[in-house]
């Protein structure tokens, strides 16, 4: 978990920008994010970290909307119950999530990865298209047991490569021909029952 989960948010550009709507209309959506941050996942310093870094941005946003600025109270007061209960919260009690079977490794190129983040960014498929592509990069990479890197640079390379094929993403590309060539071997071995 990165510590600017809750900053990176439509409720949170909303407020900044002044937007009462938009600020309205997320508001439910931030409040449960706060709650996945405060189920300890990555640890009460990791949540500790992300929820004063949340009041410390939140408290330096000015309100010239009052509207804005009561919703700006409610969630810093939100946040305030929300660090008391991880504090008073017995490390043996909280969350942890580990997953069944084998960790995942990544062990195609980190070129491939990115692309995949770019992609599923671009189609809109994760989050409603509410993604940054740092956020999901960051979480592929973590599931991946993978550091995090500089995507934009590894991006910058991928439109610098030549158009092979139709296109530059030739990861993309290769599974696209490949899960087609799978459907269709599929397709077959069904008609031939």
Same mark, same amino acid.
């Given at each position: 978990? &990165? ?7 439509a ?32 640890? &009460? ?6 929820? /004063? ?13 009052p ?5 700006? #109270? &409610? ?15 017995? /490390?043996?009690?909280? &969350? ?8 995942? !490794? ?5 070129a ?5 983040? *770019?992609?599923?960014? #671009? ?27 500089? *995507?934009?640079?590894? *991006?910058?390379?991928? !439109? ?9 993403? *030739? ?23």
């Amino acid at each position: 978990m &990165k510590y600017d989960i809750l900053t990176d948010t439509a409720f949170f550009k909303a407020v900044q920008n002044g937007n009462l709507d938009d600020a309205t209309a997320n508001y439910g959506e931030f409040i449960e994010r706060v709650v996945d941050v405060c189920s300890c996942t990555d640890g &009460k310093p990791m949540a500790f970290a992300t929820l /004063s870094y949340t009041e410390v941005e939140l408290s330096a946003v000015s309100c010239e909307n009052p509207k804005v600025s009561i919703m700006v #109270e &409610k969630v810093l007061s939100f946040i305030h119950n929300m660090q008391k209960m991880v504090e008073d919260t017995p /490390s043996s009690e909280l &969350k942890t999530t580990k997953m069944s079977g084998p960790s995942l !490794k990544w062990t195609g190129g980190v070129a491939n990865l990115v692309e995949l983040v *770019y992609g599923l960014v #671009e189609m809109g498929c994760v989050n409603d298209g509410d993604v940054t592509i740092g956020n999901l990069g960051n979480q592929m990479f973590g599931l991946f047991g993978l550091d995090p890197i500089p *995507y934009s640079r590894t *991006y910058t390379n991928i !439109k610098s490569r030549s158009v092979q094929n139709g296109g530059r993403a *030739y990861f993309l590309t290769e599974m696209r021909q490949m899960l087609n060539e799978r459907i269709d071997q599929d397709a077959r071995i069904m008609r031939g029952r």
